[in-house]
Each structure stands twice: as C-alpha cells, then as structure tokens.
C-alpha cells in the first residue's frame, strides 16, 4: 500500500515546482544591491530607491468634499498626489505649484467620471488661491507649507438628447448606453464613441473615425446633451504586407504566419488574432501592426508589422533539496529561431533523489530533447517532435522507458485544434504483475477547442478535450486503444470577477488487449495527486490486487469543483472538492470512490498564479497519505 515514499514524492514535486517558478523569475529575483525580490515580494531589505531632491520644499495637504459620499470622497482622496506624497517634499516652490495644478486637472476629471459637471475643484498654498499665485511664489519655508483643497463636487447629471449623426446615424444609441435620463459620465460618453468606430469597423471599414464629439451640459436642468458624428469610409481589403524589424527571423515567415493574406476583407479583429499569433512565437519579444492612414491606389489597406527579436539562446539550471528526499538537479539550454523561422528546439535533463539513498537505482532521470516548427507546410500546422528518456519509481511501479513522438497539429479555427502524430515507446517495468519489457506502437489522435478569457487563469468560458490512441504492443502482440476526454468551465461572478466558480470533469477508458498485465504500466489509468484527486498519493488511486499492490485500471473518472476567491489584486484563496475512482472494467463501476478536499493559496504573477494547495483524504487507505501538499505555476485546471 502506497505510503510515506509518496508523501515524500509530492513534497519533492512541489519543490521541484517552485525551484521552476524561480527559474521564470530569475531577472527579478536582485531588483537593487540592498533588496531581494521573488516574484516581486520583498523577502528582506528595501526596493526603494531614495531619490535625492533638489531645493526640497515639505508641505502638508488636507483635502475636504462637504456633499460628496464615502465612495466619492475616497476615490478624490486617491487621486489627488499630494495628499497621497504629502511626506516626500518637492523640488522647489514652483514644483509645488505645478504639483497642484496637475491634481486639479486630476480632480476636475473625477468629477466629470461621476457626471458631476458642476464640480469646483479649490486650492490654496499658504493661504492663496493657486490662480493668485505669483509666477515665480516664494513660500515661507521655516515649516511645511499648508496646502488646502475644498472640492464642492456639484450635483448628478444626466443624458438629455441624444445624437448620432453622420455614418453613425443608423447606429442605435440604446446599444452604446446613451438613453435620456440614464448615466451621464465622461468615461461613458468616450467609450460610446470609440465603440461606435469599432462597431463601424468591423463593416471591414478601416478609415472609420469620430468626426465630432460634442458635449453640452445644461445647468439649469442638470443635464447633458450629447452629439456623436462618425464618418466610416469605404470597405476596403487588406493591401500589401511589410514587415519591420526581422533580422535574424524571416520576414517572408513573419507574413505569411501572421495569415494576413491580400484580398482578405478587413476586420479589427483578424488583426488583433494575428499579433496575438505572433506574440505566441518565443523568438519575437514585441509585435505591433499597425495600419496605413489612407488606402492604396487599388482601394486596399496596406499593413506593416513590427517586430523586435528577443534573445534566442537560452540556458538554466536548477536545484532542489529536501531532508526526506534528499537533492535534486535540473538543466536546460534552448535556441528559439534555429532555422531562422521561429523554430525551438529545447533539451533538458534532471535527476532527483540525491542523498536520500545511496542506491542510484533509486533515483528519478530523464533527459528530453524537444522541437517544434510553427507554420510547418501550412501557416496553421505545427509540428511537434521529441525524444524522452525516463526512469520513474513512485510506489506503484519502476518504469524505465524511451519515447519518441512526431505530431502535426492543424488549428480549424481560433478555437478549435485537431492533432495526430506517431509514437514509439520501449519500457521496462516491475510492477504488480512482475518484471515486463514493453514495445508500443501509438498513433495519438487529438481535439481540443478552447474557449477561455486566459490559458492560465481563466474567469469565463470553457475547455473540451478528447483524444483516442490505437495502440500495438509488439512483443505480446496486444492491440488497445486509450479514450480520453476532459471539460472545464468557468464563471466569474461579481466586479472584477472577484469569485470565479470552476468546475473540470475528465475521464478515460482502454478498450482491447487480454489482460490489464497487456497494456503497458504507463499506459494503465492511476489517480491522486496534483492533477487529480488531491489529498492523496500521485496515483495512489488505483484497484489493488489480493497482495496489496496496486494493478494500474482500464478506466477512470475524475472532477474538481473550485471556489477562487481574490482576497485583493495578488493574493486569492482557493476551496476545493476533489473526486475520483478508477476501475480494472472498461467502464467505471464506481465501486471505490475516493474524495479529497482542501485549501489554496495563489499569488498572481506575470506568467499566471504561483499555486500552493493543501489537501486531505476524505476517505483515506489504510496506511496511505493523510495529506498533500502541491505546488506549481497556474490554476489547477
């Protein structure tokens, strides 16, 4: 029975986990000579750097808004700078006066947000009013200087007429928010504009602008009169391609990956999908496109992208420790444009265990070599090719295996991808079934359609996967094939969809080959831990057995229902329900349940949340795990 070895496995792995983390972060980790910084926390010493200032001047600012709620006062409060630096001075007294002007412009703009037209924004310095101030003041610097802000902020206005003229006059105010007697704020009011051209736009109109925008407020009847003239040009399609900017990257690749194609009509957003696209390649680090201001004599749109190279040789390494598990080493050297069109080729190795035993059998290898031609044949086809070398022992079983794998994936659109490829595995294991040597003929077979607002932390939408393998072992000569299929959902619930409710469902089945001791010992289905049912041993989850060892199953099926709360912008806490079960039948019989539950800590980073999870079993082994503790880079599903 799986016990304390798994325990420690998982503690490994979730070092093994944040020493990556702290690979990805490596050019942060030293923001100063006396601060250190991991994933932007301040571990000890100070980030600030002090600025000497020159002709300091020290002040004290007070700010008061009789008529304004709680909300509103706070949000001027936070605007306004020289409440929020009143103790760090100035240059000068001049510096002082153009700090003021600068937070009325900034003040008078809150207001106008909140549709308060009528707002006053007053401030005084040592007791004049800043437009009475002399053009080169003198203050009295014997103490700070008293700095005062009243702001009155007026009453609450509303939308009175309303007209959308021009191009735009076909175009329903209703849909853009602007109804007689609704909202009147500014940011409002610009929006509506800016989605009006978008909306005209995306008619495959790219010269559309807004003419005119004219805003009335009428005091009297604290309203405002609104009036929005578009003028959206010709259809027009796309032009010629130019790329600026490639070196070392081809720019005949830069075009034709970017799938911006003459004659294609134009859209906003297929230019959006495009840079996105080529953000994806490693080897560029920046991408803007931008458009031609007027069309080509031929009535197209002529595009140029730009772009900048980032560096394309890579190396690292890396380093784990543990008392129970003892030392662990990793590396890794990469090149992001081998042949000169984004091409990545990567290898790696590691070895864990170190120290805990003096039996090198025991470790855990594995050494990769992994490449990957982007627009392989066609702009949407990606190749994929690898060749993996791997020891592994966790409790289950001892695997030694070789695998090599060569696979296209075809993009059908922006959300949906099909895949196949070929697959080669030589494996040796000892498991419950004794000491087997395994040669497997796979061709994989892949759909995936993803529909979520961000791979790595998603508020809303959904991912569906399903893949079959046939399969030949053939030393036994076994044929099978693996079925799998996943789906995960999301739902953000609240302002700034501080609660997102997530919920994943994944399940598997082998179909074909005499007995389970035919299919190979990686190719059997296990359960528990970090990518399945936390609280329990990686693949602790299995039938057993009358020996007590566990056999691997034909089938399996798990879910995860999650609770992501943000406690603010960085931190977030994660309940979670785990459950799952796995079966020697080709479908589940759902006769050994097994359910694990727990808690999450996230901090949001740049490249996705740091992941740490604490779960139990709710429905343990006699002598398994009582805990688990997972770590890792990203949502768990």
Same mark, same amino acid.
């Given at each position: 029975?799986?016990?304390?070895?798994?325990?420690?496995?998982?503690?490994?792995?979730?070092?093994?986990?944040?020493?990556?983390?702290?690979?990805?972060?490596?050019?942060?980790?030293?923001?100063?000579?006396?601060?250190?910084?991991?994933?932007?926390?301040?571990?000890?010493?100070?980030?600030?750097?002090?600025?000497?200032?020159?002709?300091?001047?020290?002040?004290?600012?007070?700010?008061?808004?009789?008529?304004?709620?709680?909300?509103?006062?706070?949000?001027?409060?936070?605007?306004?700078?020289?409440?929020?630096?009143?103790?760090?001075?100035?240059?000068?007294?001049?510096?002082?006066?153009?700090?003021?002007?600068?937070?009325?412009?900034?003040?008078?703009? /809150?207001?106008?947000?909140? #549709?308060?037209?009528?707002? &006053?924004?007053?401030?005084?310095?040592? @007791?004049?009013? =800043?437009? *009475? +101030?002399?053009?080169?003041?003198?203050?009295?610097r014997s103490r700070p200087v008293p700095v005062s802000i009243t702001i009155d902020p007026g009453p609450v206005f509303t939308?009175?007429?309303?007209?959308?003229?021009?191009?735009?006059?076909?175009?329903?105010?209703?849909?853009?928010?602007?109804?007689?007697?609704?909202?009147?704020?500014? /940011?409002?009011?610009?929006? #509506?504009?800016?989605?009006? &051209?978008?909306?005209?736009?995306?008619? @495959?109109?790219? =010269?559309? *602008? +807004?003419?005119?925008?004219?805003?009335?407020?009428d005091h009297a009847t604290r309203t405002v009169d609104v009036t929005l003239k578009a003028e959206s040009g010709p259809v027009a399609d796309l032009g010629s391609v130019s790329v600026k900017g490639a070196r070392a990257v081809s720019s005949d690749f830069i075009r034709r990956y970017s799938r911006l194609d003459d004659n294609q009509t134009y859209s906003p957003d297929q230019l959006k999908k495009a840079a996105e696209r080529l953000r994806a390649l490693s080897a560029l680090s920046s991408v803007t496109i931008r458009e031609a201001d007027h069309l080509a004599p031929d009535g197209s749109l002529p595009l140029t992208i730009e772009v900048s190279e980032g560096k394309f040789r890579y190396f690292g390494v890396g380093a784990s420790y543990s008392s129970l598990d003892g030392a662990g080493l990793n590396g890794y050297w990469g090149h992001r444009n081998l042949f000169g069109e984004a091409e990545t080729l990567r290898i790696e190795g590691s070895v864990s265990g170190l120290g805990a035993t003096t039996d090198y059998t025991s470790f855990d290898y594995k050494a990769g070599i992994y490449f990957t031609k982007p627009g392989a044949f066609l702009p949407r086809i990606t190749w994929d090719a690898s060749l993996v070398a791997k020891r592994?022992?966790?409790?289950?079983?001892?695997?030694?295996?070789?695998?090599?794998?060569?696979?296209?994936s075809y993009e059908l659109n922006d959300r949906d991808t099909v895949g196949a490829g070929f697959e080669v595995a030589l494996s040796e294991s000892e498991d419950a079934f004794g000491s087997n040597t395994y040669l497997t003929l796979s061709l994989p077979m892949t759909f995936e359609r993803d529909a979520r607002n961000n791979k790595l932390d998603p508020t809303d939408g959904f991912r569906l996967t399903a893949g079959v393998t046939p399969s030949y072992e053939a030393l036994g000569g076994a044929v099978f094939s693996s079925f799998e299929g996943s789906a995960s959902g999301y739902l953000g619930i609240g302002n700034s969809d501080r609660l997102v409710?997530?919920?994943?469902?994944?399940?598997?089945?082998?179909?074909?080959?005499?007995?389970l001791k035919d299919i190979p010992t990686t190719r059997r289905f296990f359960a528990g831990g970090g990518g399945s049912v936390r609280g329990y041993a990686y693949q602790e989850i299995s039938p057993y057995n009358d020996a007590n060892e566990a056999t691997g199953g034909r089938s399996y099926t798990v879910a995860s229902l999650e609770a992501r709360f943000k406690v603010n912008e960085k931190i977030g806490i994660v309940p979670f329900f785990d459950i799952g079960t796995v079966s020697t039948e080709i479908v589940p019989d759902f006769s050994d349940i097994r359910m694990g539950a727990g808690l999450g800590l996230r901090y949001a980073t740049p490249f996705g949340p740091l992941r740490l999870d604490v779960a139990l079993p709710l429905n343990r082994f006699d002598g398994g795990s009582r805990y688990g503790i997972y770590a890792g880079i990203g949502q768990a599903f």
């Open positions: 029975m799986p016990g304390p070895g798994r325990a420690r496995a998982l503690q490994r792995a979730a070092v093994a986990a944040f020493l990556a983390a702290s690979a990805l972060s490596w050019p942060g980790f030293v923001q100063s000579a006396h601060a250190f910084k991991i994933f932007g926390i301040t571990l000890f010493g100070s980030d600030e750097e002090k600025e000497e200032v020159i002709d300091p001047v020290a002040y004290t600012a007070s700010l008061s808004a009789p008529g304004a709620d709680k909300a509103l006062t706070e949000r001027l409060e936070t605007t306004a700078t020289l409440v929020q630096d009143a103790k760090a001075p100035v240059s000068g007294d001049l510096g002082l006066v153009v700090k003021a002007r600068e937070d009325r412009e900034r003040l008078v703009a /809150v207001l106008y947000e909140e #549709a308060r037209y009528g707002g &006053v924004v007053r401030i005084t310095i040592a @007791g004049t009013d =800043l437009d *009475r +101030l002399p053009p080169t003041p003198s203050f009295d939308l009175g007429a309303v007209h959308l003229k021009g191009d735009a006059a076909k175009l329903d105010p209703k849909t853009y928010g602007l109804v007689p007697g609704g909202q009147a704020g500014s /940011v409002r009011l610009i929006q #509506a504009g800016e989605r009006i &051209v978008r909306d005209l736009k995306a008619e @495959g109109r790219p =010269l559309a *602008r +807004l003419a005119t925008r004219d805003v009335v407020a592994e022992t966790p409790d289950t079983y001892t695997a030694n295996s070789l695998t090599a794998l060569s696979k296209l409710l997530a919920g994943h469902l994944a399940a598997g089945s082998v179909v074909g080959a005499n007995s």
